[in-house]
């Protein structure tokens, strides 16, 4: 009989590439098994749901998914009614840790779906906080998943894409950019604090377009976004494509593929590129300890209120960070941009 492994992962784009070394470890020691995950619709609807970004494939086939913000008792009961019928023989925690007593109540809805086996929840402190690595940088997200679940690190930190997505990507991107360089910006991030600001950006962006007049623009990011990005690019001058809320996040990234680098907030689109090896040119706030949300790879300029990272907690989870991230300053933006450009 074919086990039966459910993963529980809460969150969006950025979520979704992240756990990708785990899925993958977990799918290299249960080659045979089929995985499905748990997640949650989530609250803000700026943000892309984790399906949209795995798709169903041979790394996971099933998906079920929590009410925003919790739900009502009706809504959990058909959540649990349907990973009954599924029938798992084990849960795996992925997630960020929730609170103590919040975690309690997950184990025992996992529980009450029939799961006797419910692995790497996460009550210990040493898995609620992210290790030291350097002098500077603290382990990813990534790597505390991989070191929770016990998985080594996966090579296989890629997804696949079909040849109908790519073709229609090109098709996508040859509206404007036949034959033109361009970059690829996000303003993504959801969050007030992780917002740089549309002054600093008009900056940056006009400063870039007037130095490189021919090179375009691809604005990625959500629908109600969309505004925002055409009017931050009014003074571009070369040629600006917006795929804000046009495109679902798989064909973001293949539209992002060619891009000369990534410039834009620590957000979903932001790990989108470096999944595909897209240079990323990210600004950060002080949110959590340096490198637990810096993209995949090294070729990246990363920006971060460095005077703040010894105040940040290494404990996982949701905090503020204030006005941190406007302590980086435009004129520094911009010129790691145009070491990418040269």
Known sequence: MVQRILIFRRGSIGDAVVSLPALFGIRDRSPE???????????????????????????????????????????????????????????????????????MKEFLFFKSCGIKNVKAMPFARSVREYQHKSDKLWESESERLLRVTGSPWSEKFEITFSGEEQNQAEQIIAEKFTGVSYIAFSIGGKLPDKDWGDINWSRVLESLSKENPSLGLLLIGADDESVRSSALALKWQGPVLNLCGKTNPRLSALAMRRALFYLGHDSGPMHLAALISVPCVALFSARAKPGVWFPHGDNHHIFYPWEMADRVSNKAGFRTAGSSILSIKHEDVIESCRKLLT
């Open 33 to 103: 098994a089929e995985l499905a995950i748990l997640t949650n619709a989530p609250v803000m609807g700026r943000a892309a749901q984790l399906e949209t970004m795995l798709g169903r494939t041979n790394l996971i086939s099933e998906y079920f998914s929590l009410p925003p913000g919790g739900g009502g008792l009706s809504s959990m009961r058909q959540v649990r009614s349907a990973i009954k019928v599924w029938s798992p023989d084990k849960l795996i925690y992925l997630s960020e840790p929730s609170s103590l007593i919040s975690l």
